[in-house]
C-alpha cells in the first residue's frame, strides 16, 4: 500500500492578506504607544460624557416641566391651575435655558482636572 500526500497550497490576494493584518494586530500584544494613545482617547471622551448626561437629563426634565405648564394654562375651568401652569412653565424654560451653561461648566471643570495627565501622556507620545 502506498501512502498518497496531496497537498493542496493557496495564496491569498493582497485585500485579503490586509484583513488577515489586521485581524491578527487586533490579537498582538500593544506597545506601550497604543496603550498611552488609547488611554488618551478615553481620558478626553471622559471630559464630556458626564456632562453631555448630566445636561441631557435636565434639559428634558425642564422641557416636560415646560409642557406640563402649558397643559395646566389650557384648563379654563380653574383660574388656580393657569396661575400654577404659569409657574410650572417658567421653571420649565429657566431649566431648558440652563441646560448648555451646565454642560459647559462641568467641560471646562473636568478638562482642567484631566488636563495635566492629557499633557503628560501626549508629552509622552509626542517624543
Not at 22 to 27: A, F, G, L, T, V
Not at 50 to 77: D, K, N, W, Y
Amino acid at each position: 500500500m502506498e501512502e498518497k500526500t496531496e497537498t493542496f497550497s493557496y495564496t491569498y490576494s493582497a485585500k485579503e492578506q490586509e484583513e488577515i493584518k489586521k485581524i491578527r494586530d487586533k490579537y498582538a500584544t500593544p506597545t506601550k504607544e497604543e496603550i498611552s494613545m488609547e488611554q488618551l482617547r478615553r481620558l478626553d471622551a471622559s471630559a464630556t460624557r458626564a456632562a453631555t448626561v448630566v445636561s441631557l437629563i435636565v434639559g428634558i426634565v425642564s422641557a416636560l416641566l415646560f409642557g406640563v405648564g402649558m397643559c395646566c394654562t389650557m384648563i379654563p375651568e380653574w383660574e388656580t391651575y393657569f396661575i400654577f401652569g404659569i409657574i410650572i412653565g417658567v421653571i420649565g424654560i429657566i431649566g431648558v435655558a440652563a441646560a448648555y451653561p451646565i454642560y459647559t461648566h462641568m467641560v471646562k471643570r473636568k478638562r482642567v482636572k484631566l488636563a495635566p495627565e492629557i499633557m503628560r501622556l501626549s508629552e509622552e507620545l509626542l517624543k
